[in-house]
């Protein structure tokens, strides 16, 4: 038998059928909670397990249509880290999800810097404003941004594996 992992205090797991195409997933820092709206089980998944989407293989179609509302009480002092484990488990529990890891190869992208010093090109500045970010689909507007950052940003708009390799 596994070991249960932890596990929220009070969770609720409720279909939703309004056919909103709007789904919301937040969990505050500081509030152990975790309040999701009209999400689909592979939305919370991807979330749970910090993956993209294309990271996710094997998942039955129903888990990218149907839709549910999902709410997650635990301490307060719980950490991100410790919602998405608790998610993992409700997961695991109230969708009987069953998950293995494995590797495969596939094309990535590699962030590098443009000349053999490193140096900063001129429309890159050193920063400690706080972080904003603005995506459209043609252009990524953003202050404060660490390349890591921005390789994982790209991870998701490009569909694979964006490595920082900017040293």
């Known amino acids: 038998a596994q070991t249960p ?72 002092s719980a950490t991100r880290d410790e919602i998405s484990a608790m998610v993992r488990t409700l997961l695991a529990d109230r969708f009987r999800l069953r998950t293995h890891r494995e590797t495969r190869e596939m094309p990535v992208y590699a962030l590098v810097a443009a000349t053999p010093d490193k140096r900063l090109g001129p429309a890159l500045k050193v920063s400690t404003a706080e972080t904003r970010t603005r995506i459209s689909p043609t252009s990524i507007t953003a202050v404060s941004m660490t390349m890591a950052r921005l390789a994982v940003t790209l991870s998701g708009i490009v569909g694979r594996v964006v490595t920082d390799e900017t040293g």
């Open 5 to 76: 992992g932890p596990s929220f205090e009070v969770a609720s797991v409720k279909a939703n059928s309004s056919g909103q195409a709007v789904m919301r997933l937040t969990a505050p820092p500081g509030t152990g909670r975790l309040d999701a709206t009209n999400v689909t089980a592979r939305l919370l998944i991807l979330n749970a397990y910090g993956l993209r989407d294309f990271q996710l293989a094997g998942a039955p179609p129903w888990t990218e249509s149907e839709r549910f509302d999902v709410a997650g009480r635990a301490a307060a």
